[in-house]
């Protein structure tokens, strides 16, 4: 079964009220471009990350709001900010890193949801059963090409709010000389 790979930079999703810290009380998130999941945009708005060895500017935010803050980097960024930040699914904050995030009109320091996410697979009820997998279970996924490579452990993510596609970041696109619209077969253990 084929599954198609979506390719996330470094990013975050913001609560309602960091983000009126953020940019302004009652701050609108201004969508400039939908992404692969219904109802998902990437927004105009920007902040830099800041912890004690570096800092990296620009990180996109991605919205809607969500219940709370949760910011998303990649494995190399851990190096280059300085701070730990454990492999987990998104929503798997607790005891995760911490971060300073600055925006336009101030800056917070979040104690936890500092994350580099884990590989995994959007997926419909429909899908599931089509796949013969569950949410939470554990595939392996080929992708062909010049620099074939196969992902292992990646988590399976079930809800009829989804869309099929898999999601990597882009350290692990890059490695495997992956761009969007690369295609992907799982491997059922």
Same mark, same amino acid.
């Given at each position: 079964?084929?599954?198609?790979?979506?390719?996330?930079?470094?990013?975050?999703?913001?609560?309602?009220?960091?983000?009126?810290?953020?940019?302004?009380?009652?701050?609108?998130?201004?969508?400039?471009?939908?992404?692969?999941?219904?109802?998902?945009?990437?927004?105009?708005?920007?902040?830099?990350?800041?912890?004690?060895?570096?800092?990296?500017?620009?990180?996109?935010?991605?919205?809607?709001?969500?219940? =709370?803050?949760? /910011?998303? $980097?990649?494995? %190399? +960024?851990? !190096?280059? &900010?300085?701070?730990?930040?454990?492999?987990? *699914?998104?929503?798997?904050?607790?005891?995760?890193?911490?971060?300073?995030?600055?925006?336009?009109?101030?800056?917070?320091?979040?104690?936890?949801?500092?994350?580099?996410?884990?590989?995994?697979?959007?997926?419909?009820?429909?899908?599931?059963?089509?796949?013969?997998?569950?949410?939470?279970?554990?595939?392996?996924?080929?992708?062909?090409?010049?620099?074939?490579?196969? =992902?292992?452990? /990646?988590? $399976?993510?079930? %809800? +009829?709010? !989804?869309? &099929?596609?898999?999601?990597?970041?882009?350290? *692990?696109?890059?490695?495997?000389?992956?761009?969007?619209?690369?295609?992907?077969?799982?491997?059922?253990?």
């Amino acid at each position: 079964m084929r599954v198609p790979i979506w390719i996330s930079q470094r990013h975050l999703h913001l609560s309602q009220e960091d983000a009126n810290t953020l940019f302004g009380s009652n701050y609108e998130l201004t969508p400039i471009k939908d992404l692969s999941q219904p109802g998902q945009y990437a927004a105009e708005e920007t902040v830099t990350l800041k912890w004690p060895k570096g800092e990296i500017e620009r990180v996109r935010i991605l919205g809607p709001y969500r219940k =709370f803050t949760q /910011v998303e $980097i990649l494995a %190399s +960024d851990v !190096f280059k &900010l300085g701070t730990p930040a454990p492999l987990r *699914e998104s929503g798997d904050i607790q005891g995760s890193g911490s971060i300073e995030i600055i925006g336009p009109k101030a800056s917070i320091i979040i104690p936890q949801g500092l994350i580099v996410a884990q590989r995994h697979i959007h997926m419909t009820v429909a899908d599931a059963e089509n796949f013969g997998v569950k949410n939470g279970d554990i595939v392996k996924v080929s992708v062909n090409g010049e620099r074939a490579v196969v =992902f292992e452990n /990646v988590v $399976i993510r079930v %809800s +009829d709010k !989804f869309a &099929l596609d898999m999601h990597i970041d882009v350290d *692990e696109g890059n490695a495997a000389g992956l761009a969007q619209g690369a295609w992907g077969e799982v491997i059922i253990r």
